[in-house]
Structures are given as C-alpha cells and as structure tokens.
C-alpha cells in the first residue's frame, strides 16, 4: 500500500506564500494522477489540483488558478503543491491523494490513497 505524507503546513498570514509537499513510498499509480484537497472546518473535502505522473498535465480547482503551483519530481517521488496569495479562505486541512485513473479527475472517490493531512491556517 501506497504511504503519502504531507508536510509544510503552518499558520502565515493573508498574501504569504506556503509551500505544501507529499512524499509517497512508491510510485504504484505510476500511470495515475497525484492530487491535493483540502476541507475546511464544517465543510466537504474538495479539489485543489491534480497532477499526471507521466506527463506532468495538471488541474485546479478555480479559485486557486494563478495562485498555486502542482508539481512533481518523478525521480524522488514528491508532489509539491506552491501556494502564494494566500486568503482565510483557503484555511483547512490540505490532504494528497493518489489516484491509479489517468484522468485528472476531481472527485475524492476517484483517489484510492490518503496522507493524513497537514493544516494550513491563514490569517486576515
């Protein structure tokens, strides 16, 4: 089974950046796709971005396009997730996710694997 470990989160305030990361154990999706969500207090899980292992296409959610960056280093098996502009709306819980669909899908039925999560709180 495949591990995700997420780590970077911390407390910064509106307009900062932070920089999110997920190391997995082994690249078992290789043909699949990487992604980040995040919930927040009260609220559903949802979709952040998405990135293909084997080509490095990506995906976000709208309200952090132009603002968040996906990558990943196929040689260390990382996933890393840029955020700048920071806003109290993006306060939560951000989770990776492994997914073995080659779509960039959305949904977090469609990720078969979880890291436990790291927090991300910002300030006004």
């Known amino acids: 089974q495949v591990r995700l470990v997420e780590t970077g989160g911390g407390l910064v305030q509106a307009g900062a950046s932070l920089d999110l990361s997920c190391t997995t154990s082994e690249r078992t999706f290789s043909r699949g796709v990487m992604g980040w969500f995040r919930q927040a207090p009260g609220k559903e899980r949802e979709f952040v971005a998405a990135?293909?292992?084997?080509?490095?296409?990506?995906n976000y959610t709208d309200s952090v396009k132009g603002r968040f960056k996906i990558s990943r280093d196929y040689a260390k098996n990382t996933v890393d997730l840029r955020m700048n502009r920071l806003t109290p709306e993006d306060t939560g819980v951000y989770y990776c996710?492994?997914?073995?669909?080659?779509?960039?899908?959305?949904?977090?039925?469609?990720?078969?694997?979880w890291g436990q999560g790291t927090q991300v709180t910002v300030s006004s």
């Open positions: 996710a492994a997914s073995s669909d080659w779509r960039l899908v959305r949904a977090p039925i469609e990720y078969e694997q």
């Open positions: 990135i293909r292992w084997r080509d490095g296409t990506t």
